[in-house]
């Protein structure tokens, strides 16, 4: 079996969508299938990573953007594509690059996990492909797709009946999450741990990229905040966020005992021996849920919203609802969080529930057949 993956990052997209597509490109390998990526180089471009963990990518330079969206045939497509100018291109221009990519590969499965792409440019790519699965999360626009995944806690099959052909197969909920096989694996470890919880160890990571350095206004507003004494706090970032070296010179003057980690990928044990994370509201709220971990998730950016609200109600997880909110939310959220006694099983309990981590093999036994 051959897939084909058409997916991106940059400053802008973050790491998310190329990270989860990662993780089923090596589940799928695992399995025997042949896997190959199609990216764009934006600023901030996996490429290189996607090539260093084994697999050929083409790359798609970035293109002058034009006006204009070609339409497929008998389909209806919304305009504007709220997220059009991610791509670096029109959909036309990135459908007549793909297409002789795409011919010569033939790929039994194309896999387009993009915001910036829909059903027209899968109309105009359908005759390079035998099937077509899309992973989406906002439910926002036309596919024309066999397949479609959106792992939003609380995503119904509706959502998705007035965009997708009758015949398409819906998986949608946070069961179906596409985590990487460690999570699952450190899931009994984490949750074991977790049965007296105390604050001693922190985690921030607002993502891969963190493009407005949120990061750096989360210790800003620590430095006011009841962490105990021996408290220690770890800060994630990636290999390209362009706040880095800023970061690295602020943790110097913190409190608490503060390290900045780069590029890790020891992610699940991180989080597994974690305390309590503050975390943007993307992808990697599943792979805290899995391990159980509470959190005070921020909102980074509009369409991270549904998820976070989604958690907040549940009693999953604490919500800042913006940057702007840090300095009049977080030292409240901490205060609850540190005094109210059983408060941190509870989340831990409600979060774990919420995902097993075992949703890639759902979607990996569906591709094989």
Partial sequence: ??????????????????????????????????????????????IDFIRGKGFITHELPIAQHSRGSPTARGIKVPSPIVHRHWLGATQAQDSEACAPMLAELRPNWLVVDHYSLDASWEGALAQHYRKLMVIDDLADRTHTCNLLLDQTFGRQTTDYYPLVPTSCRLLCGSQYAILRPEFAALRPYSLQRRGQPTLRELLITMGGVDKDNATAQVLQVLRTCPLPADCRITVVLGEK?????????????????????????????????????????GATSWERCCLGLPTIMLVLAENQLKVAEG?????????VTSVSDLETQLPGLLSLLTSTHGKLHAMSETSAAIIDGMGIHSVTTLLEK
């Fill in 241 to 281: 966020a362009p706040w880095l070296e800023a970061v690295s010179r602020q943790v110097q003057h913190m409190p608490w005992e503060t390290q900045v980690l780069v590029g890790v990928t020891n992610m699940a044990q991180l989080m597994a021996d974690s305390d309590l994370a503050i975390g943007a509201a």
């Fill in 311 to 319: 958690l907040k109600q549940s009693g999953a997880a604490e919500l």
């Fill in 1 to 46: 079996m051959r897939v084909v993956f058409r997916t991106d990052a940059s400053l802008e997209i973050g790491t998310g969508h190329v990270m989860r597509c990662l993780t089923l490109a090596e589940a799928l390998t695992a399995k025997g299938a042949e896997c190959q990526f199609i990216s764009r180089a934006h600023e901030g471009n996996l």
